[in-house]
């Protein structure tokens, strides 16, 4: 039996969800049979980046479990939170897109373009003309200062990344909401995948941004185990760059996606090598391991 608090999660949609969904509605055609699976996902983040930091140690790394998917749930997650994560906190992403927009409010086609490179301008036209219209004055920005940068992984947005800077006439909007290094003017980092070049970039940064907020997508490897990046962030390494490096990091929200069949048991044991492995915690002592039961999850859809 579902819980009211439940249902009532699965429906409170704020104004500056409702905006994002526009925009995702073009660039994804499941926007709207996952309305309910995102506006859930939006308020599991909302809660972690509002919740208020007791002390400069206090991390939190919960793992947010969906079992039950759809095969395309996870790939508009994914592009729902990178647009939430650059177009709501910070400014810089969105005020860019806006002033791009509006000096040059029609379609740019250099010459000689073939109909690839056609169809990926006009892609980039309508992301701009569409945050515009959708992020109005009146859409409020989520509580960040300048010099705080969020990190971001997702194997599948981080290929479309570099196959949009490096292919002509392919467009994915990833290119303009993330940058790949603190330089960058963007607020959301998107990462590789390799663990040693993130610490690195921690490394190198010494602190001029922190960084708070980090979200991770799981995905297997082809030998079938989560990718190293994923599993050796753990509690003690975060613990360690914000002491030795004043990165400043907060949360660490992990997310993985199941299509498999709801089995209560094999669940049962999962949570427990999962959080033991990465969380480093014994399972009993966590309360940061969220997910949903068979009738939740037929609910979502």
Known sequence: ML??????????????????????????????????LLCVLNNIIDYY???????????????????????????????????????????????????????????????????????????????????????TDDILDMPS???????????????????????????????????????????????????????KKIEQNDGRFKIPHIFLFLQKNIDGRNIQLCMKMQRSTIKEYNEDYDAGIHNVIAFLFSQKPYRLQRIYENKHSLVERWQREKFAETRDFISFTKAEMDYLW
């Not at 009211?4 to 049979?33: G, M, P, V």
């Not at 997702?154 to 290119?175: A, M, P, V």
């Open 3 to 36: 819980h009211d608090n439940f249902i009532k999660t699965a429906k409170q949609e704020s104004h500056e969800f409702k905006a994002l969904l526009n925009i995702l509605s073009s660039l994804n055609l499941h926007t709207k049979e996952g309305r309910k």
């Open 49 to 135: 980046i509002n919740r208020e930091v007791e002390y400069s140690d206090d991390v939190k790394m919960p793992i947010v479990y969906f079992p039950l998917c759809e095969d395309w749930a996870q790939m508009l997650c994914e592009e729902f939170v990178a647009l939430k994560m650059s177009l709501l906190w910070g400014k810089s992403t969105r005020t860019n897109i806006l002033s791009s927009y509006k000096s040059k409010p029609f379609i740019y086609l250099p010459e000689k373009v073939n109909k690839k490179e056609r169809e990926a301008c006009s892609k980039h036209f309508r992301f701009k003309r569409d945050v515009a219209k959708y992020l």
């Open 145 to 199: 200062n300048a010099n705080e940068k969020c990190f971001f992984y997702s194997r599948t947005l981080s290929d479309e990344y570099n196959l949009s800077l490096k292919t002509k006439g392919h467009y994915h909007f990833i290119q303009d909401v993330v940058g790949d290094s603190f330089s960058t003017e963007k607020s959301l980092i998107i990462l590789n995948g390799d663990e040693d070049e993130v610490y």
